[in-house]
């Protein structure tokens, strides 16, 4: 079976009554299941916008919800495919209205290509 052939699911009633008291922490809801499957088809597909990157974590690094210095990243960058190191976190916003993870002089650069 392929990833995308799963279809989206739905918790029953039944199902719900049932495990209405059951620590939630050992129950998988629909929504959640949903939510796994989602990430896996994005991670899956074989087209990846421009305006999204590939993160690579450095070891230590947490911070789900940006980069941090030393994470590897591949990606599009003011109009450059890269793959690259991130250099700096406080860099103060352009005029041009881009934020520091999306600034070149920001990166370590391994492999550029105009594009």
Known sequence: ???????????????????ANVDTKNILYAEEFNAVVKSAKKAAAKFIPTTEKFVFKLPGNKDENGLEVGDYVIGMIEGTFIIGQFSQKNVLETEEGLNHENRLANYIIILQKEG
């Open 1 to 19: 079976m392929d990833v995308f052939d799963i279809e989206e699911k739905e918790d029953s009633r039944e199902k719900l009554e049932a495990l």
